[in-house]
């Protein structure tokens, strides 16, 4: 069986990966899916470069990632939805509200994005400081700093009896 290359063969092949990495950026599914169509587009017209790339999949992520970076900082993007307020904490421990799926997203949706991606690209991707610093275009240092910010954040708002904050 022969294997379909060029833009058509990357995009059917991954276009499930990518949209997990949006969704988790994103936490939506719509928007993870409006997040790869809009980096998919920029890059078409620029494809032998991602061909080109040792890892174009690679290549690929960073380019989302640093979209939904660049989107976040547009003003149009500061509104923040949730689905239901809370009423009070729910007196679940810690343990038991990081399991859940929903608590853990709402906890990742306080972070800001840089900080969120290089957590995505680290536990998700099993990425290094290197590969993050370059699909961040940022210094080793810089990486290494968000993920200890991201982290401290995070289990801050677990231990915190409020549950996690609300960003507006």
């Known amino acids: 069986m022969q294997t379909e290359t060029g833009f058509a063969g990357f995009v059917r092949v991954n276009t499930p990966a990518l949209l997990r990495t949006a969704y988790l950026l994103t936490g939506n599914a719509v928007a993870a899916e409006e997040l790869v169509q809009d980096t998919l587009v920029h890059l078409y017209p620029r494809w032998d470069r991602v061909e080109a790339a040792d890892v174009p999949l690679a290549y ?3 380019s989302l990632a640093n979209s939904f970076v660049t989107q976040k900082r547009r003003p149009s993007s500061r509104e923040h939805v949730v689905a239901e307020l809370p009423d009070r904490a729910d007196g679940r421990d810690a343990f038991a509200r990081v399991s859940d799926r929903d ?9 800001p994005e840089r900080q969120r991606a290089a957590l995505v690209l680290r536990y998700f991707h099993d990425q ?3 590969e993050i610093a370059e699909a961040l275009d940022c210094r080793l240092g810089t990486v290494r700093s968000l993920i200890s910010r991201g982290l401290a954040t995070l289990r801050g708002d677990i231990a915190s009896p409020a549950g996690p ?4």
């Open 165 to 168: 904050r609300r960003l507006a």
């Open 60 to 62: 690929v992520r960073r």
């Open 128 to 130: 290094s400081d290197a």
């Open 103 to 111: 608590e853990l997203w709402g906890l990742l949706s306080t972070l």
